[in-house]
Each structure stands twice: as C-alpha cells, then as structure tokens.
Nanobody, 119 residues
Framework: VQLQASGGGLVQYGGSLRLSCAASGRIASINDMGWYRQAPGKQRELVAAITSGGIPNYADSVKGRFTISRDNAKNTVSLQMNNLKPEDTAVYYC??????????????WGQGTQVTVSS
C-alpha cells in the first residue's frame, strides 16, 4: 500500500492551500484517513481525520479554517486549508488505516508535503 500526497507550497498569511492524498495497492477497505503535521522542533500532531462514514474530527487550532473530505471510491483524502497562519507551517503527512487484501489492517503514511505560511 502506498500513499501519495500533493498540494503543499508557500502561501501568504490568510491564503489557502489544498492538500490531496491518494492511496493505492492491495486495498480491501480503508477505515480512518487523515492528516498530521510536524513543525520543526515539535512533535507530530493530528490536524484532521475522517471516518469511512464521513465523520470529521479536527484539532482545535484548525477548526473553522480547515475542511477534510474523502472519496471512498477513489481512496483519496483532501484537506482544504483556508485563512492560513504562520503557525500552520509544517510538514503535513497523510495517513490511512488500511485493511490489506489477504493481510491485516495497518496504518500507512504518505511521504510528507511542506506547507509554509509567510507573515
């Protein structure tokens, strides 16, 4: 199973970015999908997650600004980030809890995409 993330970049304070992540491989089903981020010198933290039924969960710091969505048919998850702030600067990682065909369920991670917000 592989997760390919895209959409990071440099944006000014108050701007927007959209991150996308596609899972591929021997996928039987995907449970939760979501995004974590890690800023320099800080621990990785959950940004947003979404269940297979479409129920989202957000970190308090991004509520009202970020929106997570997924397409179960395409095995993709997206994160629309609006009103970005310098403190959102981090490497963003997508993840998925995947039940692999003829195997067990495990957590898989994308390669990380840099988001930089200038003040």
């Amino acid at each position: 199973v592989q997760l390919q993330a895209s959409g990071g970049g440099l944006v000014q304070y108050g701007g927007s970015l959209r991150l996308s992540c596609a899972a591929s491989g021997r996928i039987a089903s995907i449970n939760d999908m979501g995004w974590y981020r890690q800023a320099p010198g800080k621990q990785r933290e959950l940004v947003a997650a979404i269940t297979s039924g479409g129920i989202p969960n957000y970190a308090d710091s991004v509520k009202g600004r970020f929106t997570i969505s997924r397409d179960n048919a395409k095995n993709t998850v997206s994160l629309q980030m609006n009103n970005l702030k310098p403190e959102d600067t981090a490497v963003y990682y997508c993840y998925a809890r995947v039940r692999v065909i003829s195997y067990s369920t495990g957590d898989y991670w994308g390669q990380g995409t840099q988001v930089t917000v200038s003040s």
